[in-house]
């Protein structure tokens, strides 16, 4: 058995000790062409046999080491940045025509993650972010027969993030929507912007500073909710420069866009009015012929599901939203021309929102390069779901007079093109099928990340950043809060697939909600709507889930049905 440890001592006498375990040595492929003399005995053959796989390994455990190093010298900077209801393809850097160039830069500077998983819903997705635990472990999505949910409130021992980086003297801030249980200042942010107003993208009525009302401005005239975001969090980083420069920092940027309704400024819809007139069926074949040029996808195209409409029937919207509408993706071609107009501006707004999203982290960057911290911090990327199949009027309702995309109005993108957001995917946000739980997942660390314009395939959760931030501030994660045991997260560091393209050893990922239910484990993948029977994948050749092998391989269907069964069995103690 081979094992390596690295041990690092930093200036300030903490010291890091990271074992690697010999199963990535026992899996490297050995050189046919090296034949061992009878001289040599058996381990020094197998080295011999393995050497230049061991030299590559070695390098990346010597990457390991420096990342470790790192961490305990100056601790680096965090930025996590959350989208609402992303489609997997939305970025340029993802296949998509939507201009996106400050995320293509950080992609292009660091590395993009292919297989990249949340929760399929947006308030377990945040809760597993910032406490490294599905949401069900911590009340924040429903169990069968113990509740939980939306308003679940965490256990007392399911902290949240800054509270652990606040002993290795990171300040915290939050900008933008919240959706976990609690304040954020009580979750151990330092300064917070909650946008509680995600109804209406031009006011900040409702939304809270520091958990305390805010207080309306006199004008609202050019207030636009991701700009004000961008704005909090810049404002942060502008007062962290000046009055705590000796401390690292953890910014948690959480835009609304591009969720419903679709609001966005005038000028931005204009560059993409007329972009998406050919149709869902033509914008999907293009992503996904980018997709497979820039290697992110070994796949089919899935075909649109025709009979798959929107999660939640809201006839009376329909109705509302007027003879544009459509809740299904039906072939481009048997629409008629007021529906492929009204449809076509629905995806232009979208794109406006996420191109407009762009450009704020854009501002975001400039700050940290302004306050010299740029090289030194983290930035992930990722969204909190699927894109979205919805169609509903809620909030102020809906004016078909009113131009789209202005507070007038409340328009969703529905179950067409969500589909060629969640290219090459099947399926929306709440199904648990590859299109509801499939994000990017951008890293860019320029003193970190040696790599440049690389892709990993590891198979990861959002359950993996708090892991994952603990691990590179060279955090220890204590073993219990206020006396009462802090369970064992599921989650693990992403630090050693910053080094190299590895797969994070992990038994399994899982997935419930709303009766959706799925579990992975290796390249298998057995997954059920709602009522509906398992259905099993083989996700090295089929992530698009068109080859239902369930009937041929029951024995798999068994094995991963009772892993499952176990792993949601194992929830119910700590969700008590």
Known sequence: TIHLTVITVSARNRTAIATFPASPFARLPSSASVTCPRAVNRPRCWIMKNASALFARLSAFLSMAALC??????????????????????????????????????AKQGLRF??????????PTRGALLTGYYAQQIRRDALPGLGGGGGGVRPPWARLLPDFLKSAGYRSYHSGKWHIDGGVLAGGFDRSLDMRNQGNYFTASNNRIDDAPLKSPGSEQGYYATIATADHAIDCLKDHAANHAGKPFFSYIAFIAPHF????????????????????????????????????????????????????????????????????????SELTGRQRRFQATKMAIHAAMVDRMDREIGRVIGQLKAMGAYDDTLILFASDNGASAEIMVRDGGHDPQAAPGSAATYLCLGPGFSSACNTPFRRHKTWVHEGGISTPLIAHWPKGITARNALRHTPAHVIDIVPTVLSVAGVEKPQAWDGQPIPKAPG?????????????????????????????????????????????????TDRAEQHDLAAQRPDKVRELEEIWQRQTDSFSEPAR
Request: glycine share 8%; hydrophobic share 40%.
């Open 69 to 106: 190093s790192q961490c305990l010298g100056a601790r680096p900077n965090i930025v996590i940045i959350l989208a609402d209801d992303l489609g997997f393809s939305d970025l340029g850097c993802y296949g998509g025509e939507i201009q996106t160039p400050h995320l293509d830069t950080l």
């Open 114 to 123: 292919t297989q990249f998983y949340n929760t399929a819903r947006c308030w």
């Open 492 to 540: 693990v560091s992403l630090a050693p697939a910053f080094a190299e393209d590895v797969r994070i050893p992990r038994e399994s990922l899982w997935w419930l909600h709303e009766g959706n239910r799925a579990v992975r484990a290796g390249d298998w993948k057995l997954a059920a709507a709602a009522g509906e029977p398992w259905e099993l994948y083989d996700l090295t």
């Open 261 to 332: 309704p679709l609001h966005a400024l005038p000028e931005d819809i204009a560059k993409y009015r007329d972009r998406y007139l050919p149709g869902w069926e033509a914008m999907r074949a293009d992503r996904f012929a980018r997709q497979k040029e820039m290697g992110l996808v070994r796949t089919t195209l899935s075909p649109l599901e025709a009979s798959v409409g929107p999660p939640y029937h809201f006839p009376e919207a329909l109705e509302r939203l007027g003879a544009g509408e459509v809740n299904r993706p039906l072939p481009w």
